[in-house]
């Protein structure tokens, strides 16, 4: 018998490298990442629907700010949902409740984290066996970053961010983020970058091997002196009060800091538990409301409960 309902949960991402190219024809924009799963989850719970409509409700962290959140079938989850179900041949409508703890539109990735908990909950409430591998594969025409919200831990990406490959790190790293009450546009941040870029093109993306090299080793300050992203520059033109953020973490004492994806959550690297927790304190003190640590790598989504 299938179940009543399915919940799963997938994780943020961060990017420890995003290098970009130039902007492709179909204007996507080649990447070359480094992606890490973080501790914050998104939790999603499918039950079959009694009409034939995809329905989403949503609630969460009273912090996070749910407006902007489509409950139709704009909302990714129902695409993954229907991705799904055309895939597997299965006709079966489904309500989607998302329990947000990522905050929306942050470059955290939280929309395709609720892509890939949700196809992780259809499969598992139409009693599809699907291979996690191939779960990610089908999940690339959702987003350029849900193949790997369904795989987690750290993987590079290429193509404009859905090929992933697994990649060998050693260890746990922790991190602070600061969020901002206003969330940014994803595409504006890559306009703004081919307008950096326009007068002196940029070349393909590569993966420099200090980043690799510091994530096997676990050599925590090599790691922070090679992070690097690509949008951190046309982010900052957008909204140059993130600049002071920055500034911020390095004087509350973090290792390194960087704009997470395309923002506007900047992240600062610690050396461990007991020092992001220091970190976040300093900057809320410093006025920082938004402010949590979540420790790298986590888990890819997974079926949570099965009722
Ligand atoms: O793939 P996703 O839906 O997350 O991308 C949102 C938008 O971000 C794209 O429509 C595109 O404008 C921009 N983007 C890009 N290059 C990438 C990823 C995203 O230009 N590699």
């Not at 546009?185 to 890559?190: A, I, K, L």
Request: net charge negative.
């Amino acid at each position: 018998m299938s179940p009543a309902a399915v919940t799963a949960s997938a994780p943020a991402k961060i990017n420890l490298h995003l290098g970009v190219g130039p902007v492709r024809d179909d204007g996507y924009h080649p990447l070359a990442t480094v992606y890490q799963a973080i501790g914050l989850r998104d939790r999603v719970t499918v039950r079959p629907a009694a009409d034939e409509v995809y329905v989403v409700t949503v609630a969460g962290d009273p912090r996070i700010k749910l407006d902007d959140v489509p409950l139709d079938g704009r909302n990714i989850a129902v695409r993954a949902a229907r991705l799904l179900a055309e895939a597997a041949g299965v006709h079966q409508p489904v309500a989607i409740h998302i329990d947000k703890g990522i905050p929306v539109a942050g470059g955290l990735a939280g929309g395709s984290a609720d892509a890939a908990a949700t196809l992780m909950a259809c499969a598992a409430l139409w009693q599809i066996d699907v291979p996690t591998e191939e779960l990610a594969r089908l999940a690339a025409p959702l987003g350029s970053d849900v193949p790997f919200a369904v795989l987690g831990g750290t993987a590079i990406g290429t193509g404009h961010g859905e090929v992933v490959a697994p990649a060998m790190v050693r260890g746990q790293y922790w991190w602070v983020l600061v969020e901002s009450t206003l969330g940014m546009s994803t595409p504006e941040v890559y306009r703004e970058f081919d307008k950096l870029t326009a007068a002196d093109p940029v070349p393909d993306p590569e993966v420099p091997d200090d980043v690799m090299e510091a994530l096997r080793e676990h050599d925590v300050d090599r790691l922070g002196a090679s992070l690097h992203n690509d949008l951190e520059l046309p982010a900052l033109r957008l909204r140059p009060e993130l600049d002071a953020v920055l500034s911020a973490g390095a004087e509350a004492g973090a290792l390194a800091g960087l704009l997470s994806g395309s923002g506007p959550t900047c992240l600062f690297l610690c050396g461990g538990e007991q020092h992001a927790r220091q970190v976040a304190g300093a900057l809320r003190s410093r006025g920082h409301a938004s402010v949590q640590h979540a420790r790298g790598p986590a888990p890819g989504a997974r079926v949570e409960e099965v009722g």
